[in-house]
């Protein structure tokens, strides 16, 4: 019989499957090394994923193997699971949603690694709360993703729209503007793209808005396409399946003008020192609407 161990969290008991294999070689990181982490950051994390349709990026045999990209819920999750049904080409799926800590520990104990999250909720799943862009270097020049993300604040600013930062624990930064859920993932996706537009041509030697790789030349890719229905970006606090195990890490601005920041500053063992303080604090509690901002947006393109 497969050793088991159990993990209590939440009010509840889930009992995990062989608590002992290794998912990241490199490291000696187990499953239940995986589930105590998500146990761990639950509070900080579950207010970024409750209500949100989620993916599972799974490595069953470990993180050098292809992962699989789950978004349904299979029949054997446990009925405290919460699924959200939304529709796609040709039919429906359901989604796992993490209301609570013991879900995240379950969807560890899947050997989800990593989970990504819907920039919309399950109740309004046209209308997004969250516009993201993600700042995706050519190589590993994270020196420029910090010059564009400061860049990109200051843009916003101008727009008069609040901004928080974080980490993607890979290799770039998201800059996410919190919405009240008015404009639809079309109107929110144009939005983007022509503050990134504007951002590039105030700086055309550094920053592109080129999807293809072969036509930025060495410049850092303003990527807005995750602003669309059905895309996901990653969850606030969640582990990469990179050798030691970084993490998705939300940030302050102050700390993205230091020089020492790295995408993959934090991992499972080292940002837990920071749950006791949120980065994000002082981040707006209520969505913002994009009209004026809209308008200030045409004003400054003409």
């Keep these: 019989m497969a050793a088991k161990t159990d993990v209590r969290v939440g009010g509840r008991t889930v009992a995990l499957t062989r608590p002992d294999k290794v998912l990241f070689p490199d490291d000696g990181i187990t499953k239940a090394d995986l589930a105590r982490y998500y146990a761990a950051v639950a509070e900080r994390m579950l207010p970024h994923t409750r209500g949100r349709p989620l993916m599972m990026e799974r490595y069953p045999d470990g993180i050098g193997k292809r992962p699989l990209m789950q978004k349904n819920a299979p029949d054997y999750f446990p009925d405290w699971i919460r699924r959200a049904e939304v529709t796609k080409v040709g039919g429906t799926v359901e989604h796992p949603i993490a209301d609570n800590a013991a879900t995240l520990v379950y969807l560890a104990n899947q050997a989800s690694v990593t989970l990504h999250r819907w920039l919309s909720k399950a109740d309004k799943t046209e209308h997004p709360d969250r516009l993201v862009f993600d700042l995706d270097p050519s190589g590993d020049d994270f020196p420029a993703v910090r010059e564009a993300a400061l860049g990109l604040r200051e843009l916003l600013d101008e727009l008069q729209l609040d901004s928080s930062v974080m980490t993607t624990?890979?290799?770039?930064?998201?800059?996410?503007?919190?919405?009240?859920?008015?404009?639809?993932?079309?109107?929110?996706?144009?939005?983007?793209?022509?503050?990134?537009?504007?951002?590039?041509?105030?700086?055309?030697?550094?920053?592109?808005?080129?999807?293809?790789?072969?036509?930025?030349?060495?410049?850092?890719?303003?990527?807005?396409?995750?602003?669309?229905?059905?895309?996901?970006?990653?969850?606030?606090y969640s582990v990469r399946a990179r050798a030691g195990a970084p993490v998705a890490?939300?940030?302050?601005?102050?700390e993205v003008e230091k020089p020492g920041l790295t995408a993959r500053k934090w991992t499972i063992a080292t940002v837990l020192e920071r749950l006791d303080d949120d980065p994000w604090a002082d981040a707006p509690s209520r969505g913002q609407g994009l009209g004026a901002a809209r308008r200030r947006l045409d004003a400054l393109r003409q």
């Design 169 to 236: 624990g890979s290799r770039g930064l998201h800059v996410i503007v919190a919405l009240d859920r008015r404009a639809d993932f079309d109107t929110v996706r144009t939005f983007a793209h022509d503050t990134a537009e504007v951002l590039a041509a105030r700086h055309p030697d550094a920053l592109t808005t080129a999807p293809r790789k072969d036509a930025r030349g060495g410049r850092l890719y303003l990527d807005v396409q995750r602003n669309a229905y059905a895309q996901t970006a990653v969850a606030p």
């Design 249 to 254: 890490a939300p940030v302050t601005w102050d």
